[in-house]
């Protein structure tokens, strides 16, 4: 390999001064490493060496393509994420939700050190782009520290969108909304008189953060289902789509936790604590594991729209983890002309629209 660096590649005219400097110190290391190469006395450090100057120089080819420093570490995570990208997008641009339809939709933008690795092998993302899943990162907060709870990301979304109002008719007239029109008002503040306008905890939750497979939407067989028979149902889901017919070692001990708390579940559910079933159910790590907070399903829903999908337009609801303070469990979706809404029902209900997605974080 050549490792000679040609003196007009020392500064770059179109790149900033922080990354010309830190293009100018790799340089340096690079000079040091050839020293060190040249002086190096077995084949064993020789090979070390020259993978360190390997590295050094991917860094400054990435630097200059991206036009900021990129560190050490930070090139493999952006290979990897665009190697999932390329997989996913093979079913359609939609499928994959990544740092740059985040910073579309919500107005900034990731660094690599705000991003969390994929935990996936190439395999699991080939079988579940397979599958038909979207690939999707989630973010809890700005990289600057702002929670996105459901009003954060409601008016960032629709400022990047223009307005909650989507269509008018030929005289100007609302015809289509994208969140519901009676829970958010038209720049994305939630109405004072929705229900969850006095639930706290529902308003500071955010997204669980990190990369999901979900997919785009209810799973068939899910709907009416009370969400006991939804979580049985899912279990089978990951049984098949996700193992090959055999779940991993973590999954098998939350389906035995599930199997023994099921009957406690139940006696809440019949003495009418529906409270105690909700938290029961929400703390339960096979709901951790194959549910997701409400707060993740609006904010796929908003980059996607963003993206160019409107998802839950065939009037399904996603069944999820989160519950209010009275017990219910959160759903979203129904997405029709007044918009896809935010509600909550008893566990026990089996309904028609309401079901659940396969989720795997």
């Known amino acids: 390999m ?21 293009i100018h110190s790799l340089f340096q290391e690079v000079k040091l490493l050839k020293l060190q190469l040249e ?17 050094k120089l991917e860094l400054i080819q990435k630097s200059k393509e991206s036009q900021r420093p990129i560190q050490e570490g930070e090139s493999d995570l952006i ?20 740092p740059d339809d985040i910073e579309q939709t919500f107005g900034f933008k990731l ?27 989630n973010m809890d907060k700005t990289p600057d ?17 223009g307005s909650n109002v989507i269509e008018k008719d030929k005289n100007g007239n609302p015809t289509k909304y994208l ?44 709907t009416s ?15 098949s789509n996700f193992f090959d017919g055999n779940l991993s070692q973590e999954y098998l001990e939350a389906e035995k936790e599930f199997k023994i708390e099921k009957s406690k579940i139940e006696k809440f559910i019949e003495n009418n604590n529906y409270v105690k079933a909700s938290k029961t159910f929400s703390a339960l790590k096979i709901s951790q594991l194959l549910r997701e907070p409400v707060q993740n399903v609006i904010f796929r829903y908003l980059v996607s729209f963003k993206k160019g999908k409107q998802l839950f337009t ?23 002309a007044t918009g896809a809404d935010v509600g909550r029902v008893r566990s026990t209900l089996s309904v028609g629209n309401l079901g659940a997605v396969s989720s795997r974080f």
Do not use: C
Request: aromatic share 10%; net charge negative.
């Open 111 to 137: 660094e690599a050190k705000d991003i969390p690795a994929i935990p996936f092998s190439e395999e699991e993302i080939e079988r579940h782009q397979k599958s038909g899943d979207m690939l999707v990162l």
């Open 39 to 55: 002086q190096a006395q077995t084949i064993d450090e020789k090979i070390q060496i020259a993978e360190k100057l390997v590295i």
């Open 2 to 22: 050549n490792f000679e660096t040609p003196k007009n590649q020392l500064s770059h005219p179109d790149l900033n001064q922080e990354t010309n400097n830190y």
């Open 225 to 239: 289902k009370n969400y006991i028979a939804q979580t049985e149902m899912l279990i089978e889901n990951a049984r």
């Open 79 to 98: 290979q990897k994420i665009e190697q999932a990208q390329e997989i996913m997008e093979k079913n359609g641009l939609e499928f994959f939700l990544g």
């Open 179 to 222: 969140l519901y029109k009676d829970q958010f008002y038209d720049q994305g503040k939630i109405k004072s008189g929705t229900w969850f306008s006095r639930e706290t905890k529902v308003r500071k939750q955010t997204p669980e953060l990190g990369w999901q497979f979900v997919s785009p939407n209810i799973l068939p067989d899910s």
């Open 145 to 161: 520290g702002i929670p996105l709870n459901i009003e954060e990301m409601a008016e960032r979304a629709i400022r990047s969108i």
């Open 314 to 336: 065939d009037g399904k609801y996603s069944w999820a983890s989160s519950f209010s303070s009275d017990g219910f469990l959160l759903r979203f979706g129904g997405t029709d």
